[in-house]
Structures are given as structure tokens and as C-alpha cells.
């Protein structure tokens, strides 16, 4: 079975701290993702990245910025945390384009 | 207008009953996904299909490529399917766009 774990279930933050939410899967995928969800907005992509150092903007991508150094790894940062940031953030990944995505257990983060 | 649309957005049934979940979309589609995600937020693929249809255990999943229409079913529902559904298109090479969800509440 795919698993993508996430660093925490749960994170508050004060505004202006630097945030790191850190993704893992371990099953050699090529594509992983970050998003945000919000009550009435669904999910929305952040960033995506399709390879180690890759990496693309999705649809919402301002104030944050992303990093893959290792395959299995995909970070999610927060330069300057602000309470519109306060979301729940789910991590996917997949083997490669076309094939379907798996999440983790989303981190929600508080921001105050 | 949204891209994706889900109906009901909520809907609250008895334990047994049968229950549709709708999903319409606007755009060119590669497949479609079924997401259920239960409280705490952890999201758990249920079935992805570009055409006909798809079964596991309670679960039967169909879409009409024609109508840009899916519909995920659930037969004798029960208290544990209590969860948000989500349906999700796959418009291109990388991009999943979301519905909003549809909030199922089982009654013992």
C-alpha cells in the first residue's frame, strides 16, 4: 500500500513565523503535490512537483514556495505565516502523470 | 460557476437506504476520481474511471462521458459511510480540479 505521512496532524503558528510542513511517500512516485482546503472551496493546488527539483505552480501559489531535494520528499513552505493561511494542507503524491493520487493525513494549520 | 459540481452538498439518510451522489462537469476530462474523506481529514481514493462503470463492495460508480455526468452509489448504506465525498477531474497532464463535496451523514 501507498503511504504519504505528513509531519503533523496539527500546527498554530504565530504571524510572520517561517512554517515547514514536510510531506514523505514511499513508494518511489514520481509527481507529488501540496494543497489547501477550505470550507466551500474544495481542494486547490499550491504547487506541484514532477520530479526532484521540479517544480510548478498550481492555482494558488502566492506566499508559498516548495522544495524537493530527495524523490520521497516534498516540502511545503510559509515564508512570513498570515492568518489567511490558517487551512487544512493535504500532501498527494502519484507514480507518474496519469495515474491516480494518493493523500495523507493533511496538516491543519492555525495561524494567529 | 464552479467547473466541477456536486449534488447534494449535504444529505442525511437512514441506515439501508440507498444513496446517489451527483457529479456534473464542464470542462474536457482524462477521468474522474471518487475521494471520501472522513473527519479528521484524511482523503481515501474510492474509484477513478474514464468510462461505464466501476464496483466495490457497496460501492458502484458510473459516468457518462456524453452528459460530463458521474454518479457514485451506495447500497444498504450504514453509520461508517458518514463522510464527505468528493469527486475530482483529471483536465490534464497534472491537474485534478475538485467539487466541493458532499456531506453524508448514516442515522442508526
Known amino acids: 500500500d501507498v503511504k504519504v505521512t505528513q509531519s503533523s496532524r496539527y500546527l498554530v503558528k504565530r504571524t510572520g513565523e517561517k512554517v515547514f510542513l514536510e510531506c514523505v511517500q514511499d513508494?518511489?512516485?514520481?509527481?507529488m503535490f501540496w494543497y489547501r482546503q477550505d470550507p466551500g472551496l474544495g481542494l486547490r493546488l499550491i504547487y506541484f512537483?514532477?520530479?526532484?527539483?521540479?517544480?510548478e505552480k498550481g492555482d494558488i501559489p502566492e506566499g508559498y514556495s516548495v522544495s524537493r531535494e530527495k524523490k520521497e520528499r516534498f516540502s511545503l513552505i510559509l515564508e512570513s505565516a498570515s492568518t489567511n493561511q490558517t487551512s487544512m494542507y493535504l500532501c498527494?503524491?502519484?507514480?507518474?502523470?496519469?495515474?491516480?493520487?494518493?493523500f495523507g493525513p493533511g496538516t491543519r494549520l492555525t495561524v494567529t | 460557476k464552479n467547473e466541477v459540481e456536486q449534488s447534494p452538498q449535504n444529505l442525511t439518510a437512514q441506515e439501508g437506504e440507498f444513496i446517489t451522489i451527483n457529479c456534473s462537469y464542464s470542462?474536457?476530462?482524462?477521468?474522474l476520481h471518487w475521494l471520501q474523506q472522513h473527519p479528521g481529514g484524511g482523503i481515501v481514493s474510492l474509484f477513478m474511471?474514464?468510462?461505464g462503470k466501476k464496483k466495490h463492495g457497496r460501492l458502484i460508480a458510473t459516468i457518462n462521458i456524453q452528459e460530463k455526468h458521474s454518479s457514485l452509489h451506495i447500497t444498504a448504506s450504514h453509520p461508517r459511510d458518514s463522510a464527505v465525498y468528493i469527486c475530482?477531474?483529471?483536465?490534464?497532464?497534472?491537474?485534478?480540479?475538485f467539487g466541493t463535496g458532499t456531506r453524508l451523514k448514516v442515522l442508526a
Open positions: 475530482a477531474v483529471r483536465s490534464g497532464t497534472y491537474k485534478y480540479i
Open positions: 512537483s514532477y520530479d526532484v527539483k521540479m517544480k
Open positions: 474511471l474514464s468510462s
Open positions: 470542462v474536457g476530462i482524462s477521468a
Open positions: 513508494m518511489d512516485h514520481e509527481n
Open positions: 498527494a503524491s502519484s507514480l507518474a502523470r496519469y495515474y491516480e493520487q494518493y
